[in-house]
């Protein structure tokens, strides 16, 4: 089932993992989408805010983001630029470690996990690597962070997917509504609107 088009706002609440909300608005923007949000957060003693700036391309491959995050550290501001085919530019200067990844990916943001499952378009049974441009809390590092998603047949009118990061060891099972935005993210966030 292809996914309908995306709401004007949406929102989740952090659990678990960390105390904190996130806001996002979605638009289209000439032959892509511009999403825009902003998460807040509380986890181990720090306190931060996020807000983010993504541009999508008509397949929705990342083609650039700005995030800025303040915490007790101070501001700090990433600018992220990708030519949709797995290169990238970290404020300006060349990525070779992102090589492959066609999304970001914010640690802060349960939103970014709409970006693979809408650019891959898997039907249930497919498996697909996701390697991600991975945006760390609250400094702003970015790193690749290798992903899986694997599509499991659809439950209630939701997509559903087996996702991995084996670096963090972590696995989960995402629910996704008809618009393709998270519902439920284990031990990370539910959609709270």
Do not use: K
């Not at 008509?58 to 083609?63: I, Y």
């Not at 993210?185 to 539910?190: K, L, R, S, T």
């Amino acid at each position: 089932m292809p996914f309908s088009a995306l709401p004007v706002t949406a929102a989740w609440q952090h659990r678990d993992a960390r105390a904190g909300f996130e806001v996002a608005w979605f638009r289209a923007a000439g032959r892509g989408y511009h999403l825009s949000g902003c998460t807040t957060g509380a986890e181990d003693g720090q306190t931060w805010v996020i807000s983010y700036a993504i541009e999508l391309d008509q397949t929705w491959a990342t083609r650039s983001a700005r995030i800025t995050g303040q915490s007790a550290a101070g501001i700090r501001r990433a600018r992220l630029q990708a030519d949709g085919h797995g290169h990238w530019r970290i404020d300006g200067q060349a990525a070779s470690h992102l090589d492959g990844c066609l999304d970001v990916d914010l640690e802060s943001s349960a939103m970014t996990n709409a970006l693979p499952v809408h650019r891959m378009g898997l039907r249930a049974g497919d498996r697909a690597p996701v390697p991600a441009a991975y945006v760390r809390v609250p400094d702003l590092r970015v790193e690749r962070l290798d992903q899986d998603y694997a599509r499991i047949p659809d439950e209630d009118r939701c997509q559903r997917y087996d996702y991995a990061a084996p670096a963090f060891g972590f696995t989960c099972r995402l629910r996704y509504d008809e618009s393709g935005l998270v519902l439920d993210y284990p031990g990370i966030a539910v959609r709270a609107m």
